[in-house]
């Protein structure tokens, strides 16, 4: 990284109208388009491009080759009244597209971060709230919105218009149906849809996208049916499950999500069964 001031390469790119704060730091072959706005301190990463008319706010890190479209805001101050102005940050992984309208919040917290990872899509009018992580891969498709300290992790898909409330956690490869309302935490691997969400079965499709080999997609099935289709309470189900199914790194982590769901886990549609 170097200054705006120092940094030809960058400045050459850069539209004439756009209006970048001196402490900013832009990264080689950086294109900032027209009626720009980058706000103190606020880090591009090499290669990156900025739309007409998108907001980038102080404290703001952006990795490399992301793309940011027109309209876009990017490290605002949070919409939570517990904000007083402190030093957050937003913090954005390399090759994510950010597309129009998308509203992204900086932490509440002195030192704390809005995280997202690399290589996510999020489509126009997604909201992404004060102190959210967003994993690698994360697919928010137009309108979804996610409320404060939610954590999504890796290979998500959110669909269109869904809402996550605030603390929730979707677990890894799962996939949200368009305009679910999610209130409790959704298990790795599976999909949910409904208002609120409930488990629709295993997102398959997904998991054998990721590349999951087939045996430990065996396991995630066997996993997932002791849960859902046993009868069991959640502990009693954990239980069964560590001592039934064989281990891998997908049975381990689904098991390691269940132990910390702390607002309790979306449950199977009753009318659904999963063949």
Known sequence: MITLESNAEAVGKIHPSAVIAESARLGANVTILPYCVIGDEVEIGDGSIIGPHAVIEK?????????VYQFASVGAAPQDLKFKGERSY???????TIREGATIHR??????ETRIGSDCLLMAYIHVAHNCTLGNHVIMSNLASCAGHA??????VIGGMAGVHQFVKIGRNAMVGGMSKLVQDVVP???????????????????SRAG???ESRRLIKQAYKILYRSGLSLPEAIAVIEQEVDSCEEVEHFLRFLRNAERGICRERRDFEDK
């Open 212 to 214: 999951v080999p087939l």
């Open 107 to 112: 932490a509440t917290g002195e030192g704390n």
């Open 90 to 96: 937003t913090v954005i992984g390399d090759r994510t």
């Open 59 to 67: 404290w703001t890190s952006l990795g490399k080759e992301c793309r």
């Open 189 to 207: 691997y599976t999909i949910v849809d409904g208002h609120p969400a409930k488990v629709v079965g295993l997102n398959n499709v997904g998991i």
């Open 151 to 156: 954590t999504v992790e890796d290979r998500v």
